[in-house]
Every structure is written in structure tokens, then in C-alpha cells.
């Protein structure tokens, strides 16, 4: 028999009963953001800096592509938290920098890691709020020096509006319009200001000490200081006009001479007959100073840079292993390039300089990064008329053979000096030369001619027009215009030539007052034209 059988009782049948476990509910993950900036070149672009805090094993890690000083950032943050009595949580602390596919360098994005890790519980959504801050190791919010031209670039770009800075950078940041700056001087400061969520700016905006005039509602910034003044340059008259005009245009310059006659002495004093300058401008000069390691003084004066015959391509364009540096051609940006003795510039040096005096800008080219400098300059330079100088001497004879003053002459090429506007062969000096003009007089001169460029809506001055701006500005009278067609067809002018004397016809009849170049302004643009 198959039947099973069961011996005794058999037990109750048993119910199933079903336990309802309580779950959690799943709290969503607070990821906090904070916007940064890294430059790449010398244009700033915007990094989100993002924050999580997941279970594992606890600890601190910093992602996408993060240099070194930013990795060392880690050990400064947690010290500067651990003084202001944060206690880390158990967690995992990862932080990003996005887009990841950009290097990001500077000690600034110290601040914003601090306070994504210190308001890990609370979440906050602060759209377009900039944080930007070095860390001491006792919570003090420091400066950085890439943090002005960080801000100024976003601001130029239109990506900034408001930003957590550290009060030391106010006495340069407050020289930025258009943003709003919350300083701060410790960690705690910053921590409570994203707590309560109240971004108030608590910087007034700088003015600047100078003297001011407006042209259509702009304001253009100058000062009279002649630190050395034109009067203690004898005779050289020719010359000293010349310069004058050079100034009034931001014309490029050249003067020939022997030793001793005042090449340099002009050169020196033209840095104080320069134009006025715009806050723009000013700004842009502050820029490129601090991308040199400089501390700009935001004085309305243009710069002047003078290197030396000897010094490297690198230096005068910029470069160097490793990160792009900035040159002597960039720091000379709205402002003057000299250079003395130039046939002993090298012919590598020489041949450079073509592309900043043609498209007012230096390239530098790196196999990770190609930058691009501003270099809007005014060149000038000077030259003695052969190596031993006295070629030109009516009391001492030249020592030169007729090979040597060639290749000397010849170290200049046509192309290079096409770019140039102004030629002036000094003659020597003389006893009986008088001091005939002041820097002051030159100034108000200069002041005159640039208030006639801008009233008649020129964005560039007369020696920067680009072709289409000097046939809408640079008009000539029916009689100088025909002096200048004899003049092309006498001397088989080039075009680079004929825009040359034009600029500087419209240069010397803004100088007289003249609304178009006449016949005396194109004579004395075509007497500044190169001979050889």
C-alpha cells in the first residue's frame, strides 16, 4: 500500500503571518555647487566646482584634472576647517571641477572646496555666485595674484556678476565696474554669509586719482607729470615735432643720428606726451602686469618698455618651457616698445616683430596651448647711422667701409620698416641750439588732436586705422590728393606706404585743426617718409 499514515496527533494548522518592516526613506544626495574660474592662456574660463559625500572609506580626493598647487589645496582646507572647529564626517569627500577636460591651476579654488565641505548637510543653490580665495592654515582668506585678470576677463566676457573675493584683493578688484564684491577675511566670514544666503556687496567702486575729460560720454583718464621734459632736449626740432606727431597718432616712430645727439632723450620723454587713456585700457595694462608678477598702480600713464639688444626672443614674445610666459612686446600693450640700437637686435628678434606691428597681437604656440597676447603698441626706435656712428659727423670721420655700413643698414629689412610711419635723420647738436618746446605744450597738443579723433568717432587713434577706417576718416583735399598721386607714381609707393603717409597727413591735420588733410599736412606726411 502507498497510503501514508501518522502516528499521533497531528498539530494545529499554522497561519502565515506577514511583518511589515518600517524602510527609510532614501534621502536624496546633496550635491552643492560653486562656480570658479582657471585661466587658459590669458582668458578665463568657468569651472563648477562640485561636491559629494558618499559612505566608504573615509576621505578627500579632488577630480578633473587638477594641477598640483590645487591637489595641495586638500592639505590647506582641512587644516583651515580643523581650526575653525569642522569636525570631518565618516564619508567619502569627493570633489570635481568641471569640464574635466580642461587643467586647472591656482591656489584660488581653495576657498570654494572649504565651503562645499563645511555646508556638506545643508544644501544651497546659488546660481552665478563666484567664489574665489587662497586658504591660510588658520582660516584666513588670502589673495592670489592670477585672481585679476581671472575677474577682469569673465567680466569681459559677460559671465560675472557677483563674487566672493578676499578683502586684501579689494584695493585692485574695487577697480572692476560692473560686479558686485563681497569681501571676506576668514573661512568662518564666508561660511556664514552661505549659511544665511545674503550676498550683499559690501565694496564701493575705485576712482581713479587722475585728471579726467569725457568725449561722447567716455571718460579718458591723464596726468601732468614731466618727470623729464622736452625743454633739455636742444635743437632737433624736426625730430622733436615728429615726435610730437608720433604721440598724437600712437604712430610708429623711427630716428637716425650719431651718438650723443638726443635719440634717447626723446624716447624717454615721449612716454609723458602720450594720450589719454581709457579705464579699458587702464585695465588691460593692469592685466597683463599681473600675469608678470607685477603689482600694478592703476596710474593713467601708458607704459614703456625698453629691452635690452641682448635679450632672448622669449623674453621680448614671451614663452619659456612649461606655461606660456608674457613678453616685453605684451607688457608694452597701449603703451610704447623702444628699441635703442636696433641693427644689434637679433635678425630672428627683428623679423618677430612684423606680426605684433601688423595684426597688434603675440602669438606663442605650445604643443598643449597656443596663446594669444594683446599687443596694441607704439614702436619706436633709433639707430646710429653706421657702426662707428659718425657717418653723419661734420667733425669726426666715419671709420666704417663701405661693406660694413651695407650689412649694418641692411640688418633692417623693407617689410619691417614698411610698418613703420615716422623716419627722422638727426642731425648733431649744436652750441648754439635753444630749447624751443616744452613737454607741456606737446602734451596740450597732443590732448587737442586725440579729443578731434574721438569726436569724429574713431575707436583707434590714426596710426592703428585699419584699411576700411582710413578711407572713412583719412580724406584728402582735391589738392593734397593730387600731390599724393604724383608722390605714388614718383617714388613707386607701396599700399602699406600710401596708408602710411595718409595716417599721418590725418595725424598733422588734426594737429593744425584741419577737418580734411590738406596740402600743407600731406607735404610734411610725405617728408617723414623713409629715403632708402
Do not use: W
Amino acid at each position: 500500500m502507498n497510503a501514508k499514515t501518522h502516528s499521533g496527533n497531528l498539530p494545529p494548522e499554522t497561519k502565515k503571518v506577514k511583518v511589515k518592516v518600517k524602510q527609510k526613506e532614501k534621502q536624496p544626495a546633496i550635491v552643492n555647487r560653486l562656480a570658479c574660474a582657471t585661466l587658459e592662456g590669458v582668458d578665463a574660463k568657468v569651472i563648477e566646482v562640485e561636491a559629494t559625500f558618499t559612505k566608504g572609506l573615509p576621505g578627500f580626493s579632488v577630480v578633473g584634472l587638477a594641477s598640483s598647487d590645487i591637489q595641495e589645496a586638500k592639505e590647506r582646507v582641512k587644516s583651515a576647517l580643523l581650526t575653525n572647529e569642522f569636525v570631518f564626517p565618516p564619508l567619502k569627500i569627493t570633489i570635481n571641477l568641471s569640464p574635466s577636460d580642461i587643467k586647472k591651476n591656482g591656489t584660488h579654488f581653495d576657498l570654494s572646496l572649504a565651503l562645499l565641505v563645511a555646508l556638506n548637510k545643508k544644501a544651497f543653490e546659488e546660481e552665478g555666485l563666484f567664489v574665489f580665495g587662497e586658504l591660510g592654515l588658520d582660516g584666513r582668506v588670502k589673495s592670489s595674484s592670477l585672481l585679476f585678470p581671472l575677474i577682469l576677463s569673465l567680466k569681459e566676457q559677460g559671465l560675472i556678476e557677483r563674487a566672493i573675493v578676499p578683502k586684501e584683493a579689494i584695493t585692485y578688484l574695487s577697480h572692476i565696474s560692473g560686479v558686485d564684491f563681497i569681501a571676506v577675511e576668514t573661512l568662518s566670514e564666508a561660511i556664514a554669509l552661505l549659511k544665511k544666503g545674503e550676498f550683499k556687496a559690501n565694496i564701493e567702486q575705485f576712482s581713479y586719482d587722475a585728471k579726467m575729460f569725457r568725449v561722447e560720454g567716455t571718460p579718458y583718464y591723464f596726468e601732468e607729470k614731466y618727470e623729464s621734459d622736452f625743454a633739455d632736449v636742444k635743437g632737433q626740432m624736426i625730430a622733436k615735432r615728429a615726435a610730437m606727431l608720433a604721440a598724437a597718432g600712437m604712430h610708429n616712430f623711427f630716428m637716425e643720428g650719431n651718438p650723443g645727439c638726443g635719440k634717447s632723450m626723446i624716447a624717454k620723454r615721449l612716454k609723458d606726451i602720450l594720450p589719454p587713456i581709457s579705464e579699458t585700457e587702464l585695465l588691460s595694462i593692469a592685466k597683463h602686469q599681473f600675469l608678470d608678477g607685477q603689482t600694478p598702480d592703476f596710474k593713467a600713464i601708458r607704459p614703456m618698455r625698453s629691452p635690452h639688444h641682448t635679450a632672448t626672443s622669449a623674453s621680448i614674445f614671451g614663452g619659456g618651457s612649461g606655461q606660456a610666459k608674457i613678453g616685453e612686446v605684451a607688457l608694452a600693450n597701449y603703451g610704447i616698445l623702444f628699441f635703442d640700437e636696433i641693427p644689434h637686435f637679433s635678425k630672428n628678434v627683428l623679423e618677430a616683430m612684423r606680426e605684433p606691428l601688423q595684426d597688434k597681437k603675440v602669438h606663442i604656440a605650445r604643443v598643449n596651448a597656443k596663446i594669444e597676447y594683446a599687443a596694441d603698441i607704439m614702436f619706436v626706435a633709433a639707430q646710429n647711422p653706421c657702426p662707428c656712428g659718425n657717418l653723419l659727423s661734420k667733425s669726426k670721420s666715419c671709420r666704417c667701409s663701405e661693406v660694413e655700413i651695407k650689412r649694418y643698414q641692411n640688418r633692417l629689412s623693407d617689410p619691417f620698416l614698411d610698418r613703420i610711419d615716422l623716419f627722422v635723420v638727426m642731425q648733431e647738436v649744436s652750441s648754439s641750439d635753444s630749447r624751443d618746446v616744452t613737454s607741456k605744450a606737446m602734451h596740450e597738443a597732443v590732448m587737442e588732436a586725440f579729443k578731434r579723433q574721438k569726436a569724429r568717432g574713431q575707436e583707434r587713434l590714426n596710426g592703428k586705422l585699419a584699411e576700411d577706417e582710413i578711407e572713412r576718416y583719412c580724406i584728402l583735399s582735391e589738392e593734397a590728393g593730387k600731390i599724393l598721386e604724383g608722390a605714388i607714381v614718383k617714388f613707386g609707393l607701396s599700399h602699406r606706404s600710401i596708408a602710411s603717409i595718409k595716417k599721418v597727413g590725418r595725424t598733422i591735420a588734426d594737429i593744425h585743426g584741419n577737418e580734411k588733410i590738406e596740402k600743407k599736412d600731406i607735404l610734411e606726411a610725405l617728408s617723414y617718409r623713409r629715403r632708402r
